[in-house]
């Protein structure tokens, strides 16, 4: 039971906390009175510790104390002065400066810089730069050549201008005279070989101030500009070709000059080409299945170096070449596995650096690999004599026929040489009597006897005659009377 009147008391305490956080309200009513606002909190402050003096609860939520009025900003102010001002290079009518940014910055930060000039012996310093320079290099342009100016450069921003950096002393307004100087590139300190019709494009650089006077010669004479076109600038030299030719090789001088003091160099340009053929080649020797070479350099080596040469054979049969020696360097050579029985032909051509030359060296003679070793004796065989005097193989056989109907006579005959042939009737040579059809083809002999009428009837004879002697041979033809039935009945 003594547990439950506890959460009263605690209601009880909370009541007059709630009053004290609504007791300060009435305070503000004194803000009208001339006194700052500032300070009627502070007065209404004790009024609220007084009045909880009965309870613990005001000690551990005191009022909130009043703000110190807003001091006024800082004043801004500038940077330090630019450090390390220095002239990088100049010339005729320019300066050029670098400096670093000043040590000291501040939080107004750094807006730009102004570069000043005056002329040594007065204090009439004039700014250079119409807008800040950003970056911490300027070049000062449209200066007079010789005059003598006093540099400084001022930081600002929003606090001001900086000290200035000045150069220690004043600058003379002039090219500073640097010795020539050519670089001649690595590959081209030896001697530089193009083909011809190959564009040649040599580019040399070179230092030197003021801008250097380039000048180029040949062989102590100046440069053709139809064929070498030479461009330049304030670095380097162009030596340029459009399409290389033999007559371009040689040594070319190029001359660097800057007031007293000059550079030269040389260069050696080379201008190859295929070479030309040898200008002969012979068959020295033949023995076995070899052959012995020789041949002359060519007249015309291409502008270089012959680096060898390529020797060929073909067969006289065939005509096909083909290679038998390649990058050969000697002037002679013995061609070997040829083989027997055939005959050949050799060609020679020229090598350089360029390729093989585009012609050859024809051998006029021919080497024939003849059979060695077997001598062959044919056999002593006696000519056999095949001359004989006619003789008749086949013989004339007797016929007969009726009148009307032709007919045909037929025998052979041999003989060497070749028999003439005679063909008789009743022992009279008949002749070129068109009535009678006479051939004889390789010893067949025929006569043929065209509608033989009643009186064609008789002996016939063939005579075959030559050198060694005649044979003659003979047959009877019967010519009868075509049979008539009504004859009969007569």
């Known amino acids: 039971m003594p547990s439950k009147p506890a959460p009263i008391k605690k209601a009880a305490k909370k009541e007059p906390e709630k009053k004290e956080e609504k007791a300060p309200e009435p305070a503000p009513e004194p803000a009208p009175e001339p006194a700052p606002v500032e300070e009627a909190p502070a007065e209404a402050a004790p009024a609220e510790g007084e009045a909880p003096a009965e309870g613990e609860a005001p000690a551990e939520a005191p009022a909130p104390e009043p703000k110190p009025p807003t001091p006024p900003p800082p004043p801004k102010e500038p940077t330090s002065a630019p450090v390390d001002l220095f002239v990088e290079d100049k010339n005729d009518n320019s300066v050029t400066i670098i400096w670093s940014q000043p040590e000291t910055i501040g939080d107004s930060g750094l807006d730009g810089y102004v570069i000043e000039v005056c002329k040594d012996g007065t204090e009439d ?83 030197g101030k003021p801008k250097p006077e380039v000048s180029w010669t040949k062989k102590g004479a100046a440069l053709d500009p139809k064929r070498v076109n030479i461009r330049s600038t304030e670095r380097d030299s162009i030596l340029f070709i459009r399409s290389a030719e033999r007559d371009d090789s040689g040594v070319y001088e190029m001359c660097l000059k800057v007031e007293g003091f000059e550079d030269k160099v040389s260069l050696t340009l080379q201008i190859v080409e295929l070479p030309g053929p040898p200008a002969s080649v012979k068959i020295v020797d033949t023995w076995g299945f070899n052959v012995a070479l020789e041949w002359t350099a060519p007249k015309d080596s291409g502008n270089t170096e012959i680096t060898g040469y390529t020797i060929q054979k073909a067969d006289k049969k065939t005509g096909d070449w083909f290679t038998v020696l390649e990058h050969y360097h000697r002037l002679n050579a013995t061609i070997s596995d040829l083989i027997m029985g ?63 109907y032709s007919t045909k006579l037929l025998c052979s005959v041999r003989g060497s040489p070749k028999p003439k042939i005679e063909w008789m009737k009743n022992q009279m040579i008949i002749g070129d009597d068109p009535k009678f059809r006479q051939i004889c083809v390789q010893g067949i002999c025929s006569l043929e006897i065209r509608k033989p009428g009643n009186f064609d009837g008789g002996v016939y004879s063939c005579r075959a005659k030559n050198d060694h002697g005649e044979a003659i041979i003979s047959c009877k033809l019967d010519v009868k009377q075509p049979a008539i039935p009504d004859a009969d009945k007569k």
């Open 125 to 207: 310093w004039k700014a250079v730069n119409e807008d800040l320079q950003k970056s911490s290099r300027y070049v000062i342009k449209n200066q007079t050549t010789g005059d003598r100016l006093k540099i400084r450069v001022v930081a600002v921003n929003e606090g001001g201008r900086s000290p200035p950096v000045t150069l220690p002393e004043p600058v003379l307004v002039k090219e500073v005279a640097d010795r020539p100087k050519i670089r001649l590139p690595r590959f081209l300190r030896q001697r530089y070989v193009a083909q011809v019709g190959e564009k040649v494009n040599l580019t040399i650089p070179f230092t």
């Open 342 to 404: 055939n005959t050949y032909k050799f060609r020679v051509f020229s090598e350089n650096k360029v390729g093989m030359s585009e012609s050859a060296a024809v051998t006029k003679e021919e080497a024939k690999i003849l059979k060695t070793g077997i001598d062959y004796k044919p056999p002593e065989y006696k000519e056999h004599d095949f001359n004989e005097a006619p003789k008749f193989t086949t013989s004339l056989s007797d016929r007969a026929t009726t009148v009307g």
